[in-house]
Each structure stands twice: as C-alpha cells, then as structure tokens.
C-alpha cells in the first residue's frame, strides 16, 4: 500500500507536458501525472502511447515543448525544445537529474567500463564524491542487486539478466530520491525477467524511494504497483488504486488488460 498521506507535496509530478517530434509525431499531449513520497505508479499503455519519451521528460533526459516537472514542488529547469539554455538552467537540470535514477529496457551500461566503475561514475563524478566513497557506494549497491561479485569484469561479458541487475546498482548506487524503470524485462529471456522482476519487486516493496514502473508485464504491475495510470496517445487517461485497476469493468481499461489496446 502507498506510504503517503494525502497532504504531502508530491515528489514528483507533471502536468501538461507536450512534445511533438520533428516529423509530426505526437508523443506528449498534455500528459500529467502525481507521484508521492515513497510511493510506486506503473504506468502502462499500447506501444508507442509515449511511455518511454514521458520517462525520459521526468527524468529531464528529454526537451518537450511545454508543460512543467516539478520536484517536491520546485519547478526543473527542464530543456526546452529548440531553446539554449543558460548555464544555471544546465546546472538546474543536472542537479535534477542526479535525483533520478533511470533503468532503461536495454541496461544502456558504459560498454567500455567496469561494472565497478559503471557503478562508481555517478557517485564519483555525478555527486563528486571522493574515489573511496564512490567504491563505497558501488559495492553496497552491487551486493544490494546480487553482484557484488563481479565489481572488477567488464559491463559486456555479463548476460542481460546481470547486466540489468548491474545498471540498477548503478541507478541506485547515486542514492536516488526516485527510480524510473523502462520496461526492465522486456528484453530478457523468461529466466531472467524472473531474476529481474523479484529484483524490481522487492525494491518496490521497500517503499523506500518512490517509483515509476513502465512495464508491459500486467504480473509485474499487480505485485509491484501501488497504483497504475494508463496513457494512451500521449495523454494519461486513466490513474487508479492498483486493486481498483485490475478488478474494473471500464471498457477502455478492461480492452487494454484483455488485448493490450485501449481503442479498437
Ligand atoms: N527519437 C524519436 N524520434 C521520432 N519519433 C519518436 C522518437 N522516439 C519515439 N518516437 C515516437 O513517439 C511516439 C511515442 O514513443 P515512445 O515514447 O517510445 O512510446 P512507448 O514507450 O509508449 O512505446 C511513438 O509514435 C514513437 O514512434
Ligand atoms: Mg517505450
């Protein structure tokens, strides 16, 4: 159950965001979302609904055209489409972006590092953390994941399952106050994406840090989830208790459970 009392100023939320992309595409159409203290939000929705890119303006990896993210209330310095940013706006965004730990469908691991060293890079030079610390960090991370191990391989000769599980130490090695997840299992085999959702569940479970959780894997959304919001071309149509979203007869979200689409 989510931790939050209902007075609390969220850790994070959008509203209004848009972004088209340059070849006309809409991928944010007035997309807004609330995500409390300690509290984990799946978001679902069909393919090419604008998960990913909605990750990635919350994370400030992304420029939209408008709308705002604020965190804890502030608004970020997010980038702009087409604008330059001043340098305290970069400052702004990077100080944002340290807050926020990002774990992408494909691990997106530093190839020619470490897996230590992939994990120390944000502590040492994200945080600017002394080297012993940052080591410090990487292996309560590592051994938080099951990989404390393999601290001095390198990030490729891993399989997908530990590779996955080392980017996640690398998300929580910075202590970050929220972790987005971008469908984790989607590219693992069925071993792994066990591996990688109990892994994903019991962070979830923590309740630790909040969460939002993109994930196509409904079993995933029902164990982990406090609440589930459902976006569909751009928009989030849909944000309800995670009991409420998988027992509900609304057409549009029992379409999306049943065959994965919200419209016909
Ligand atoms: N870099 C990009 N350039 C142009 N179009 C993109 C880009 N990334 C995504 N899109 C398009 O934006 C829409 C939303 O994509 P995305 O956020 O990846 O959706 P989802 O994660 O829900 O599958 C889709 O139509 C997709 O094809
Ligand atoms: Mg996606």
Not at 57 to 79: K, M, Q
Not at 137 to 158: D, I, N, P, Q, Y
Not at 247 to 258: G, L, V
Request: charged share 25%; with cysteine; hydrophobic share 45%.
């Amino acid at each position: 159950m989510s931790a939050h009392a209902s007075t609390d100023v969220p850790i994070l939320e959008c509203s209004g965001l848009r972004k088209r992309w340059p070849d006309g595409r809409v991928a944010l159409d007035d997309a807004s979302l609330v995500l409390h203290e300690r509290e984990v939000v799946a978001v679902v929705g069909p393919n090419g609904c604008g998960k990913s890119t909605l990750l990635a303006a919350l994370a400030g990896l992304e420029t939209v055209d408008a709308g705002d993210v604020r965190f804890r209330g502030v608004a970020v310095a997010l980038p702009r489409t087409g604008a330059r940013p001043t340098k305290s706006d970069e400052e702004a965004a990077r100080r944002h972006r340290l807050r926020i730990g990002v774990v992408f469908q494909s691990y997106g691991l530093f190839p020619h590092l470490s897996v230590g060293a992939n994990c120390m890079a944000g502590p040492r030079h994200g945080l600017g953390l002394a080297a012993n610390e940052a080591e410090r960090r990487a292996r309560a991370a590592l051994a938080r994941v099951g990989m404390e191990e393999v601290f001095g391989r390198a990030a490729t000769e891993l399989s997908g399952g530990q590779q996955q599980r080392v980017a996640i130490a690398r998300a929580l090695a910075n202590d970050p106050d929220v972790l987005l997840f971008d469908e984790p299992t989607s590219a693992l085999d069925p071993q792994r994406t066990r591996e990688v959702g109990a892994l994903v569940r019991s962070l979830a479970a923590e309740h630790r840090r909040a969460m939002v959780l993109v994930a196509h894997d409904l079993d995933l959304v029902r164990d982990a989830a406090d609440r589930v919001a459902l976006m569909e071309a751009g928009r989030l149509v849909a944000d309800l208790p995670v009991k409420n979203f998988f027992a509900t007869s609304d057409p549009m979200i029992r379409r999306f459970r049943e065959h994965g689409k919200t419209v016909d």
